[in-house]
C-alpha cells in the first residue's frame, strides 16, 4: 500500500494536468487526421490519416514553409536581442545602483502586461498620423515612417517581442550574477586583468548554463507569440508578418479548414515540445554534480 501513497498525492495535481493538457492534444491531434471543416457538422467529418501533414509538407500549401521559415527567423533574431539585452540589463543591475529596486520594478512592468493588450497598445504608439514614436521621429529628424507597413511591419513585431520578453532573460541571468563567487573576480582583478577580461573570460562562461536555458525560454515563446502580432498587424500587410501560430488560427477561422490547421498546430505543439526538452536536458547539465 505505501508505493500507492505517493500517487494519491500526486492525484489531485496530475489529473487537473491530464484533463487540461494531454487530452486537448490527444483530440487535436485525432483532428489533424480528418477533413473535419468549419460549416460542416462534426458527423460529417471524413478520417484522411496523414493527408493533411502531406499537404503541409509538400508544400501544396503555399504558406505553410514561408510561416515556418518566418517563425525561425522571427525567432532567432528576437532571441539574440533579447539575450544581449537581458546580458546588459542584468550586468547593470548586479552592480550596486541607487534606486536599484525601482530600476527592477520598472524593467519588469513590461511582463505585466497582457500580450493582447501590448500589441495594441504598440500599434497605437506605432501609428502613422497620431502615434507618439511617429511624433517623436518628426520632431528629432523630419521624417515619419510606416512602421506598420510593408517595410517595417516585421521589424516593428521584433521591437514588441523583444520589449516584452527581455525582463525574463534579464532576471534569469541576474539571478547567475547573484550566484558567482567574489573569490575567483578578485584573484583576477589582483592579477591584473582589465573589467572587461574579467567579464568576458570569468563571468561570461560562469553564466552560460543561464544563458542557454534562457536562451531556449525565450524561443519557445517566440515561436508560439500569437497575441502581440495578432493585435498589432493581425500577420499582414499580406502574409509579412504571419508567423506559425498566426498560420494556424488564419486556416482555421478565415478558411475555415480545422483539419488542417490542426496538423499545423501539432507541428507546432511538436516543436515547442523538443524545444521544452532541450532546455531541461540542458538545465540538468547545467546543474553541479
Same mark, same amino acid.
Given at each position: 500500500?505505501?508505493?500507492?501513497?505517493?500517487?494519491?498525492?500526486?492525484?489531485?495535481?496530475?489529473?487537473?494536468?491530464?484533463?487540461?493538457?494531454?487530452?486537448?492534444?490527444?483530440?487535436?491531434?485525432?483532428?489533424?487526421?480528418?477533413?473535419?471543416?468549419?460549416?460542416?457538422?462534426?458527423?460529417?467529418?471524413?478520417?484522411?490519416?496523414?493527408?493533411?501533414?502531406?499537404?503541409?509538407?509538400?508544400?501544396?500549401?503555399?504558406?505553410?514553409?514561408?510561416?515556418?521559415?518566418?517563425?525561425?527567423?522571427?525567432?532567432?533574431?528576437?532571441?539574440?536581442?533579447?539575450?544581449?539585452?537581458?546580458?546588459?540589463?542584468?550586468?547593470?543591475?548586479?552592480?550596486?545602483?541607487?534606486?536599484?529596486?525601482?530600476?527592477?520594478?520598472?524593467?519588469?512592468?513590461?511582463?505585466?502586461?497582457?500580450?493582447?493588450?501590448?500589441?495594441?497598445?504598440?500599434?497605437?504608439?506605432?501609428?502613422?498620423?497620431?502615434?507618439?514614436?511617429?511624433?517623436?521621429?518628426?520632431? #528629432?529628424?523630419?521624417?515619419?515612417? *510606416?512602421? /506598420?507597413?510593408?517595410?517595417?511591419?516585421? $521589424? %516593428?513585431? !521584433?521591437? @514588441?517581442?523583444?520589449?516584452?520578453?527581455?525582463?525574463?532573460?534579464?532576471?534569469?541571468?541576474?539571478?547567475?550574477?547573484?550566484?558567482?563567487?567574489?573569490?575567483?573576480?578578485?584573484?583576477?582583478?589582483?592579477?591584473?586583468?582589465?573589467?572587461?577580461?574579467?567579464?568576458?573570460?570569468?563571468?561570461?562562461?560562469?553564466?552560460?548554463?543561464?544563458?542557454?536555458?534562457?536562451?531556449?525560454?525565450?524561443?519557445?515563446?517566440?515561436?508560439?507569440?500569437?497575441?502581440?502580432?495578432?493585435?498589432?498587424?493581425?500577420?499582414?500587410?499580406?502574409?509579412?508578418?504571419?508567423?506559425?501560430?498566426?498560420?494556424?488560427?488564419?486556416?482555421?477561422?478565415?478558411?475555415?479548414?480545422?483539419? #488542417?490547421?490542426?496538423?499545423?498546430? *501539432?507541428? /507546432?505543439?511538436?516543436?515547442?515540445?523538443? $524545444? %521544452?526538452? !532541450?532546455? @531541461?536536458?540542458?538545465?540538468?547539465?547545467?546543474?553541479?554534480?
Amino acid at each position: 500500500m505505501k508505493r500507492f501513497v505517493p500517487w494519491l498525492w500526486l492525484g489531485p495535481t496530475a489529473l487537473p494536468l491530464l484533463l487540461l493538457s494531454a487530452v486537448p492534444v490527444a483530440l487535436l491531434a485525432y483532428i489533424s487526421l480528418t477533413s473535419f471543416e468549419i460549416g460542416y457538422t462534426w458527423s460529417e467529418r471524413e478520417f484522411v490519416g496523414l493527408d493533411n501533414y502531406r499537404r503541409l509538407l509538400s508544400g501544396r500549401e503555399v504558406e505553410f514553409w514561408p510561416a515556418v521559415r518566418l517563425s525561425l527567423l522571427v525567432t532567432v533574431i528576437s532571441v539574440v536581442l533579447k539575450t544581449l539585452l537581458g546580458l546588459g540589463v542584468a550586468t547593470l543591475l548586479s552592480k550596486k545602483i541607487r534606486l536599484e529596486y525601482i530600476a527592477t520594478t520598472l524593467i519588469i512592468l513590461p511582463m505585466a502586461v497582457n500580450p493582447a493588450i501590448a500589441g495594441l497598445m504598440w500599434k497605437l504608439m506605432l501609428g502613422y498620423d497620431f502615434g507618439i514614436v511617429n511624433a517623436a521621429t518628426e520632431r #528629432l529628424f523630419g521624417l515619419k515612417i *510606416v512602421w /506598420l507597413g510593408q517595410n517595417y511591419a516585421l $521589424l %516593428s513585431v !521584433l521591437i @514588441v517581442l523583444v520589449w516584452m520578453h527581455f525582463p525574463l532573460s534579464a532576471l534569469m541571468i541576474l539571478a547567475g550574477f547573484r550566484n558567482i563567487a567574489p573569490e575567483p573576480l578578485e584573484a583576477a582583478r589582483l592579477d591584473g586583468c582589465s573589467d572587461r577580461q574579467v567579464f568576458w573570460l570569468i563571468i561570461v562562461p560562469q553564466l552560460r548554463p543561464v544563458i542557454l536555458s534562457s536562451s531556449i525560454f525565450q524561443a519557445i515563446l517566440a515561436f508560439q507569440a500569437f497575441g502581440p502580432i495578432f493585435t498589432l498587424t493581425d500577420g499582414g500587410p499580406g502574409n509579412a508578418t504571419t508567423i506559425l501560430p498566426l498560420y494556424v488560427y488564419k486556416t482555421a477561422f478565415t478558411l475555415g479548414a480545422i483539419g #488542417l490547421s490542426a496538423a499545423a498546430a *501539432v507541428i /507546432l505543439v511538436l516543436i515547442i515540445t523538443a $524545444l %521544452s526538452a !532541450l532546455m @531541461v536536458v540542458t538545465g540538468r547539465k547545467g546543474q553541479p554534480t
